[in-house]
Every structure is written in structure tokens, then in C-alpha cells.
Antibody, heavy 119, light 108 residues
Framework: QPQLQESGSGLVKPSQTLSLTCTVSGDSIGVGGYSWSWIRQPPGKAPEWIGWIYHDGRGDYNPSLKSRVTMSPDRSRNQISLKLTSVTVADTAVYFC???????????WGQGILVTVSS | EIVLTQSPGTLSLSPGERATLSCRASQSVWSNYVAWYQQKPGQAPRLVIYSASSRATGVPDRISASGSGTDFTLTISRLEPEDFAMYYCQQYGRAPWTFGQGTKVEIQ
């Protein structure tokens, strides 16, 4: 089964850009036709879907974040990246990457990475 | 956006008891595309149910789910110690995909 691992900066200053990478092992992002998503969860709150993408770059973003989000696949490195611009303290959360599965839902998750927005 | 409302907020039960969790959608969920996740502190959510009633790989048959349209239910027939956790429903029938606020199943 696939293993997902998030990495990136755990501390970002307000107004700057959050950049994270999801590295996939045990699976290829270009095979199987599954979607790859980013989901975040503020401390003590419910998860929030950020967006999904396919290996060919097709995807969709949550309208609440769409103006600030970019997700990109890198098939050569088997990675999915996330960039979120103009961050504020409200963007502080654990960020997860996840893979879709047959029938839908997020079948596989990374362990998550805490990103704190603070000056 | 489809808003999911879960009830109750907290369920206090003893091992061996039955747990019934509710998830109500603000509008009908297309194709009953509802998933349920279990989350323990410090861990990622774990998929337990997809397509409203299909158990994910490795999920014990004491966990079941049903529902259609706007009303969905997760049932744990006999609570085991490892079942005490937070549970979230999620809809993926219409973008943006949304989660409920969660139900905490705690040991009484």
C-alpha cells in the first residue's frame, strides 16, 4: 500500500508563502487514476479539504482558498506539492496529503505536518 | 457548499455498548458519496466507511453505516477499547468536499 510523507517548513511568517511537499512511496502518482489531495486541520477543529489533483495536473480547489492555492504534481520525483500564498494565523494547522481510492473517500493519509504561522 | 452536521457532539459509553452517530447534510449528497473517518489524538484520520455503507480495508464488521440523501448513520455494534476516538463524516458528492464537525466517542 502507498506511503505518504509530508515535508516542508513548519514555521511561516504572516504574508509569506507556505510550501509543502508530499512524497509518495509504494505507489506511482501517474498510475491507477487516483486523485491526490491536501487537507488541513486547525488544532482542535475538523479537517478542511484544500484541493485535489491528478498526475496530469487536472484538479480542483476549495473556493475558500482558490485564490491563494497552487498544487502541482512531479511525476519524476513522485511528489505532490502545495503552495499557499499570503498566509495569516488562520492558516495554522496540521497539513495532510491523502490519496483517493475506489469508491471515493481518502483511503491513504500521510502522518501530517504542523505548520504554524507566526512572526 | 454542503454543510454536514454531526450529532451528538460527544457520546459517553462503556465498552460493549452500541454507538450510533448521525450525520445530516444541508442538501442531498449525490450518489450518497459519504465517508466516515476515525481519528485518534496525534494521528491522521483513518477511513472506515466510503460510499455511505462500504467498509474500508481492515475495518471490523462491528462497524457499519447506512443512509441516503441527507441522513447518514455510523453504528458500532459493540464498542471495543480501540473504538474510542473522534469520528468525522465527509461528503464528496459535490465540490467543495466538506467534513462534519465530528462526534467524540469517549469512555463513560
Amino acid at each position: 500500500q502507498p506511503q505518504l510523507q509530508e515535508s516542508g517548513s513548519g514555521l511561516v511568517k504572516p504574508s509569506q508563502t507556505l510550501s509543502l511537499t508530499c512524497t509518495v512511496s509504494g505507489d506511482s502518482i501517474g498510475v491507477g487514476g487516483y486523485s491526490w489531495s491536501w487537507i488541513r486541520q486547525p488544532p482542535g477543529k475538523a479537517p478542511e479539504w484544500i484541493g485535489w489533483i491528478y498526475h496530469d495536473g487536472r484538479g480542483d480547489y476549495n473556493p475558500s482558498l482558490k485564490s491563494r492555492v497552487t498544487m502541482s504534481p512531479d511525476r519524476s520525483r513522485n511528489q505532490i506539492s502545495l503552495k499557499l500564498t499570503s498566509v495569516t494565523v488562520a492558516d495554522t494547522a496540521v497539513y495532510f496529503c491523502a490519496r483517493g481510492g475506489n469508491g471515493g473517500g481518502f483511503h491513504y493519509w500521510g502522518q501530517g505536518i504542523l505548520v504554524t504561522v507566526s512572526s | 457548499e454542503i454543510v454536514l452536521t454531526q450529532s451528538p457532539g460527544t457520546l459517553s459509553l462503556s465498552p460493549g455498548e452500541r454507538a450510533t452517530l448521525s450525520c445530516r447534510a444541508s442538501q442531498s449528497v449525490w450518489s450518497n458519496y459519504v465517508a466516515w473517518y476515525q481519528q485518534k489524538p496525534g494521528q491522521a484520520p483513518r477511513l472506515v466507511i466510503y460510499s455511505a455503507s462500504s467498509r474500508a480495508t481492515g475495518v471490523p464488521d462491528r462497524i457499519s453505516a447506512s443512509g441516503s440523501g441527507t441522513d447518514f448513520t455510523l453504528t458500532i455494534s459493540r464498542l471495543e477499547p480501540e473504538d474510542f476516538a473522534m469520528y468525522y463524516c465527509q461528503q464528496y458528492g459535490r465540490a467543495p468536499w466538506t467534513f462534519g464537525q465530528g462526534t467524540k466517542v469517549e469512555i463513560q
